[in-house]
C-alpha cells in the first residue's frame, strides 16, 4: 500500500531513510531554486518528479500542510532479486519468476500478483520506472497475495535479464510474432517468464535478451490480450508442465 508525506524535510528524511518512493510531486508555481538539491538527488536515484497543480497535493494531503511537495512512497518492503532466488532455493524448487516490463495498470499488477500466488511464482521484478509500484490499488486488486509474494524493483530491467540469464535461468518471452505456441514450449527448467506491457508488449531489447519467445494463439478480431490475462494463462501452462513433470 502506498502512502504519502508532505514537506521537503519530510521528503529527504525519506530518502535518507532508504524508503521506497514511488514519486514526487512538486506544486506547480514553486520557486525551483528552493527544491534543487531535492530535484538532484531524484535525479541520482532515479526517482519520478513531477510538477503538479497544487490543487492535487491538495486533494492527496487531504487539509495536511504539504508546502508544495508530496511523495509517495510504499508501505510494502520491496525484495531483492537475490532474495527471490534464495526463495526457490529454499524451497528446493526451479527459479519460477516473472519479469514486468513497464506494467502500469495498477489493476493489472495486483491481478497478476494474485495469480502468480496461486500458482507457486517465487517473485516477481518490476522496473523502478515507468511501471506502477506497490500502490494501494495493487494491494487491494491483489486479494492478499501482496503479502505473500515477493516483489524486486529494479533500476534496469535489461541488466538485470543479464543477471538472471547468468545464474542459469531461461528467459520466456510474449510475442505475437513468435512461431512457438505457449502450448508446446518446455518449461521444465529455471524459467523467468518476461511480460511487457499494456500497449506495446515486450521492449525490441529486452526481447532480443529472451531465450525463446511464444505466442497465444488468438481466433477473434482482437489482436492482443490484456497483460494480467496473458500472464495468467502463461502462468497455468507453466504450472501444468512442470505438473505433468512431477517437478
Known amino acids: ?15 535518507s531513510a532508504g524508503r521506497d518512493m514511488e514519486k514526487v510531486w512538486f506544486a506547480e508555481g514553486l520557486k525551483k531554486k528552493s527544491v534543487e ?9 532515479k526517482i519520478p518528479y513531477h510538477w503538479v497543480p497544487r490543487t492535487k497535493l491538495d486533494q492527496v494531503a487531504e487539509n495536511q ?27 528446493g524448487e526451479q527459479p519460477f519468476l516473472l519479469l514486468l516490463d513497464g506494467i502500469v495498470d495498477p489493476h493489472n499488477l495486483g491481478t497478476v500478483l494474485r495469480t502468480a500466488d496461486a500458482t507457486g511464482v517465487h517473485g516477481v521484478i518490476i522496473p523502478k520506472r515507468r511501471a ?6 495493487v494491494a487491494k486488486t491483489s486479494a492478499g497475495a501482496i503479502e505473500y509474494v515477493p516483489v524486486a524493483k529494479v533500476t534496469n530491467v535489461n541488466r ?18 513468435a512461431k512457438q505456441s505457449y502450448e508446446t514450449a518446455d518449461y521444465d527448467m529455471p524459467i523467468a517468464l518476461v511480460i511487457g ?8 531489447q529486452l526481447k532480443k535478451k529472451c531465450d525463446f519467445l511464444v505466442h497465444l494463439p488468438m481466433k477473434g ?19 501444468q508442465s512442470r505438473k505433468t513433470k512431477g517437478t
Open 1 to 15: 500500500m502506498a502512502d504519502w508525506i508532505f514537506g521537503k524535510h519530510a521528503v529527504l528524511e525519506a530518502m
Open 37 to 45: 538539491d531535492l530535484v538532484l538527488q531524484l535525479e541520482e536515484q
Open 65 to 91: 500542510r504539504h508546502q508544495g511537495i508530496a511523495a509517495q512512497v510504499s508501505s510494502y518492503q520491496y525484495a531483492s532479486v537475490e532474495e527471490i532466488l534464495a526463495n526457490a532455493s529454499d524451497k
Open 132 to 137: 506502477v509500484g506497490l500502490t494501494a490499488t
Open 160 to 177: 538485470t535479464a543479464e543477471y538472471l540469464k547468468e545464474q542459469g535461468i531461461w528467459l520466456v518471452g510474449t510475442a505475437g510474432e
Open 197 to 204: 506491457n499494456e500497449g506495446q508488449g515486450i521492449s525490441q
Open 221 to 239: 478480431k482482437i489482436s492482443s490480450l490484456n497483460a494480467s490475462v496473458a500472464t495468467g494463462v502463461l502462468l497455468y501452462q507453466v504450472l
